[in-house]
C-alpha cells in the first residue's frame, strides 16, 4: 500500500480553489454526516484512506520525505494566513482526509522515522492508531460514570496495575482499592506538565492543610507561620515544575533548583545542607522534593532511594518525576535503576512517552490511597459526593477514555513486549556512546543511563589546544565548539533527512554558562545502530564543512 504523490499540487490553493458550487449545508447532508459517510462511493473511498493511514502513511513518509518536507517557515506561514470562515462547505470529507494526507502530512514531522532521534515523541505500534479511532468512535466522558460507565471502572483497574507495578503492595492492598469510591490510586492526565500539577497540588494542600484551597495562600501561610513555601528539585527538573509553582501561588522562583553531581544527578550533600538550612529560619515550608527518573534533557536518575531517606526521615512529600523513565519499571533488567520510586508519595508518568501511546496522556500515582482527597471538587450536575466520578478528583474536567488504550496496550504487549522496546533503547544508546567515543571529532558530554545521551563535536585540534588553554582562551575555543554544534544540528534538521535537538548543558558541576551538546534519545524499536551511524557520518560532513579552515584567532 502506498499513497500516491503529486507535489506539484503542494501547496498551491488559495481561496479561489475553495469556491465549490456543489456543495451547500443543508439538513439532509447534515443528518447523513451523522449516521453515515456521504454515500456509498465515498464510503468505499473512506476506507480506502483509512488502510493508507493505518499502513501507508509512514513507510509513503519514510521513503519520500525523510523526516520532513523541505520549505522554509516564511513560506509556510505565508500560505496559512487566510482568516475568513467560510460560509458554504468547501470540501468533501475524502477531499479533506487526501489534502492531509498529500499536502499537510509531508510538511509535518515524521516523528516515526527510525532518523528521527531528538525528542521524546517517535513512532508508536500502528494498533495504536485503531485504539485511538476507537475511543473518538466512542467518545466516552471518563469525567463522571453517567458518560462512560464501564470505561470508568477499566481507568480504575488500569490504574491499579500501575500504581502496582510502582509501590508492590500486597494483594489485599489492590482488592481493597482497585473498585473502591472512596479511594483513588492515582489519576489519568493530559500529559506530565498536568501530572506534576497534580502532585504539587495534592503536596501543597497536604502540607499547608485544606484550607488553603478555600481562602488561598496568604490566609494559609500565615496559619502555618510560614513565609514562603518552596519546592525542590534539582537543576535537571522539567520547568512545568515552575509552572505548578506559579499556578500553585508559590511562586516560580520558590521553585529552587538544587545542584546536580558530575554524573548530573542530585546532589545530596548540598539538598541536605539546603534543607537542613530552610528548616532552621523556620519561615519556609517545604512543599516537596522532587527526585528524577529519566531527566528531560540527559536522560539521568536521581539518587531516589536516598532522598526517600531524606524526605521520609523529616516528613517532606517525595515525588519522583517518572514521565519519562517510569516505563523502565516493565524491564526486568533495567527497572533496579529506578530503585526507590516504591517510597516515592507521588510518582508522574507518561502515557504519549515510553508507554507508546499516542498524544496526549499521562498519570499521576499516590502512595497513600487518601491523598487525592485534598484536591476532590464536587458539583450538583455532575461529581455529586459518594460517586465513583472520575471528576471529583481530577485537574482536568472532561477526558477521554485513555484508559482504554493503555488497558488494551498492555494486553497486546504484555510488560515482556514493552521490556523488549525499553532494552532496546538502553542498549542501542550504550553501543551509541561507544560509537560516539570511538571517533576523533567527538566527545560524549553525558553517557546514557537510560536512553537518553548528549555528545558534542571536538575537532582534535580544537581538543588540543583546549587542554593547554588559560581560562580566557578556553572559553574562546568552547564559545567556537558552541557555535560548531548549532550549525552541525540546524543544518542536519534543514537537510531534513535526521534530527537530533541540542541543549545547553554544563559537564562540570558548578561551572557557568554551560556548553551546546547534540542531544539524542534512542526509543524507536526501528533505530539501528546503523542508522545511528550514518547520523554520525553525516554530522562528520556537515562538520568538516564549518571547521575548514578553523579560524585562526583560536
Ligand atoms: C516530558 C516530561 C515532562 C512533561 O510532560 P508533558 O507530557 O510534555 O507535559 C515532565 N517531566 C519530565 C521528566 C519529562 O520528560
Known sequence: MTVTHNSKKVGQMNSNDRKNPSLIADWKTLERIFIRPEDEACRKTLVKYMEQILFGLHDFLNSNVGVTQEISLLELTNLY?????????EKKLENVISDI?????????????????????????????????IVAALNQNVIKLETSKVL?????????????LIYRRDEAFYQTHVQSVDTSLGAFTTGGTTANLMA?????????????????????????????????????????LKKA????????????????????????????????????DGKTGIIAVVGIAGATETGTVDPLGEMADLCLGQGIHFHVDAAWGGPVLLSERYAPLLKGIERADSVS???????????????????????????????????????VDLGIKSLEGSREANALILDSSLKIMGSRGYALMIDHGIET????????????????????????????????????????????????LNGYLDELNIYIQRTQREAGKSFVSRTRICPVPGSEGGRVVLRSVIMNPMTTNAVLREILDEQERIGQGFCDPIPQIL
Open 81 to 89: 494566513r487566510d482568516t475568513l470562515i467560510s460560509p458554504d462547505p
Open 101 to 133: 494526507i498529500h499536502k499537510i502530512a509531508p510538511r509535518a514531522v515524521n516523528v516515526a522515522s527510525p532518523y528521527f532521534v531528538g525528542h521524546m515523541t517517535a513512532a508508536i505500534p500502528f494498533f495504536m492508531v485503531h485504539l485511538k479511532t
Open 152 to 164: 470508568s471502572v477499566i481507568e480504575k483497574q488500569v490504574l491499579a496495575k500501575i500504581h502496582r
Open 200 to 240: 504539587m497540588w495534592v503536596a501543597r494542600n497536604h502540607f499547608l492543610g485544606a484550607g488553603v484551597e478555600q481562602q488561598g495562600m496568604a490566609a494559609a501561610m500565615q496559619a502555618k507561620g510560614v513565609e514562603r513555601a518552596v519546592i525542590l528539585v534539582s537543576k535537571r527538573g522539567h520547568y512545568s
Open 245 to 280: 509553582g506559579g499556578i500553585l501561588g508559590l511562586g516560580n522562583s520558590n521553585v529552587l533548583a538544587m545542584d546536580v553531581d558530575q554524573h548530573q544527578r542530585m546532589d545530596m550533600k548540598k539538598l541536605e545542607v539546603t534543607i537542613r538550612n530552610l528548616k532552621k
Open 349 to 387: 508518568m507518561d502515557g504519549h512517552k515510553q508507554f507508546y501511546m499516542p498524544m496526549t496522556s499521562g498519570m499521576v500515582y499516590f502512595r497513600d490511597p487518601g491523598a487525592m482527597d485534598q484536591i476532590a471538587y464536587y458539583s450538583n450536575y455532575v461529581n455529586r459526593e459518594g460517586s
Open 429 to 476: 544508546a550504550k553501543a551509541f556512546a561507544a560509537e560516539i567515543e570511538q571517533r576523533v571529532m567527538f566527545e560524549v558530554v553525558t553517557p546514557p543511563e537510560l536512553n537518553i545521551l548528549t555528545y558534542r563535536m571536538v575537532p582534535p585540534d580544537v581538543c588540543r589546544r583546549l587542554e593547554h588553554a588559560d581560562p580566557k582562551g578556553r572559553e574562546i
